[in-house]
């Protein structure tokens, strides 16, 4: 089975930057890629970024120039970096693994952290 553990959130201020990470355990050669969705209150998760398991990054558009993904082979973990916080940040943010085989076939997600962007 493939395990997320994500890390990283808290109370930050318009204008920092904060790095959230997300820990793959078990079945991680599974895994064709980490995706990163941004939940804010009332609102469905909303997918903001992607990294596969050969490199290929994708950022959606609003957030592009601020958001940056990259992984840490060696740990099993990727790092999702959200640079000049805004407000409309503060959500909870979650990895998820798009795992190709063995029991945990299909999306396994991570806990969430929370960010929460002060002014």
């Known amino acids: 089975q493939v395990h997320l553990v994500e890390s990283g959130g808290g109370l930050v201020q318009v204008g920092d930057s904060l790095t959230i990470s997300c820990a793959a355990s078990?079945?991680?050669?599974?895994?064709?890629?980490i995706t990163w969705y941004q939940q804010t209150p009332g609102r469905e998760r909303e997918l903001v970024a992607s990294l596969s398991s050969n490199n290929l990054t994708y950022v959606v558009d609003s957030v592009k120039g601020r958001f940056t993904v990259v992984r840490d082979n060696v740990k099993n973990t990727d790092y999702l970096t959200i640079s000049v916080l805004k407000p409309e940040d503060t959500a909870v943010y979650y990895c998820?693994?798009?795992?190709?085989?063995?029991?945990?076939?299909?999306?396994?997600w991570g806990q969430g952290t929370q960010v929460t962007v002060s002014s």
């Open positions: 998820a693994a798009d795992v190709k085989c063995g029991p945990s076939r299909g999306l396994a």
């Open positions: 078990g079945d991680t050669t599974c895994i064709s890629a």
